[in-house]
């Protein structure tokens, strides 16, 4: 089974920082997502990848597979940012996600 | 579109006491789940679907059961409710290998 550490567990940041949240699995996989998840509970995918790199709009998320390895990056953080990130990997083709525990953010103004 | 709806939002059930959670979406995804998300902890996964009248254990099953009579539903079902079932359950669903889709939630609380 794939096993997925996110690190930090809990991060605090200024406005206007440049946050990286880091995940590792295990085990290779067919793909990665990002997920955010706001206080109030409701969970949104913000990225699926399987190489490279992928944009949307201030977060960028890598990933690489030789490393197994992935990064999220959000520039200029907003209040607004503050969530739980949450990484999530699938071992292949149809096989059920497998959930990393989350990484805290708090965006102070 | 709705995309993924339950039902109900927040429920208190006493130990013992059987209750029916309610998941539909529609966007025709065949690939259904059931998590649920304890404090601290990340989602795991209770039951799946991968079409109409196909389910499958996840990581965490015991207590539960599910059915999938149409592509559009996926209800979870706790039998004698207990104190450790006390969670936030998601519903989520998904195209083959594609990003899934969550429902909002339903705070379970089991005294």
């Known amino acids: 089974k794939n096993e997925v550490e996110q690190s930090p567990q809990n991060l605090t940041a200024q406005e206007g920082e440049f946050i990286t949240i880091n995940c590792s699995y295990s085990?290779?996989?067919?793909?990665l997502h990002w997920l955010q998840q706001h206080p109030g509970g409701g969970i949104v995918s913000l990225f699926m990848l399987s190489s490279g790199k992928k944009k949307h709009g201030r977060l960028i998320a890598t990933i690489n597979i030789q490393e197994k390895h992935s990064s999220l990056h959000i520039t200029a953080s907003h209040p607004r940012d503050s969530a739980v990130y949450i990484c999530a990997v699938r071992s292949s083709g149809n096989t059920p996600l497998v959930f990393g525990k989350g990484t805290r953010l708090s965006v102070i103004a | 579109n709705a995309g993924v709806t339950q039902t109900p939002k927040f429920r208190i059930l006493k130990i013992g006491q059987s209750m029916t959670l309610q998941c539909t979406q529609d966007?025709?995804?065949?690939?259904m789940y059931w998590y649920r998300q304890d404090p601290g902890m990340g989602l795991k996964l209770i039951y799946y679907?991968?079409?109409?009248?196909?389910?499958d254990k996840g990581e965490v099953p015991n207590g539960y059961n599910v059915s999938r009579s149409t592509t559009e539903d996926f209800p979870l079902r706790l039998e004698l409710a207990a104190p450790s079932q006390t969670s936030v359950y998601f519903c989520?669903?998904?195209?083959?290998?594609?990003?899934?889709?969550f429902g909002p939630g339903t705070r379970l609380t089991v005294t």
């Open positions: 989520a669903s998904s195209s083959l290998a594609g990003e899934q889709y």
């Open positions: 966007m025709n995804h065949n690939y």
């Open positions: 679907s991968v079409g109409a009248g196909i389910t």
């Open positions: 085990v290779g996989i067919s793909a």
